[in-house]
């Protein structure tokens, strides 16, 4: 049963920098693309960043192109989102998605981590 474990959430200032790594385990199982969502409070979840796995490209949301980066190390099946220049607007509980197949059965998944909150004051 593959499943998604986030860390690196916390307490920043404003123009500080903030890590957040997911990593997935669990099973034998090949990743499509693994992304980050966020949700600030009393807003609806919205789309960060999107890692494709096979192709290696990557997507961003337009609030924060230039300043976030999301990479991969495929080995340790973990996808990070490098946070910097952070604004008191990216205040929100982030988010890791997963999506793929496992083997022993066959079946595709898409998965959600716990969530870690990143708070970023003013």
């Known amino acids: 049963q593959v499943q998604l474990v986030e860390s690196g959430g916390g307490l920043v200032q404003a123009g500080e920098s903030l890590r957040l790594s997911c990593a997935a385990s669990g099973g034998t199982f090949s990743i499509y693309a693994m992304a980050w969502f966020r949700q600030a409070p009393g807003k609806e979840r919205e789309f960060v960043a999107r890692?494709?796995?096979?192709?290696?490209?990557?997507t961003y949301a337009d609030s924060v192109k230039g300043r976030f980066t999301i990479s991969r190390d495929n080995a340790k099946n973990t996808v990070y989102l490098q946070m910097n220049r952070l604004i008191p607007e990216d205040t929100a509980v982030y988010y890791c998605?997963?999506?793929?197949?496992?083997?022993?059965?066959?079946?595709?998944?898409?998965?959600w981590g716990q969530g870690t909150l990143v708070t970023v004051s003013s």
């Open positions: 998605y997963a999506e793929g197949v496992q083997t022993g059965p066959v079946m595709s998944f898409e998965l």
């Open positions: 890692f494709n796995w096979r192709s290696g490209s990557t």
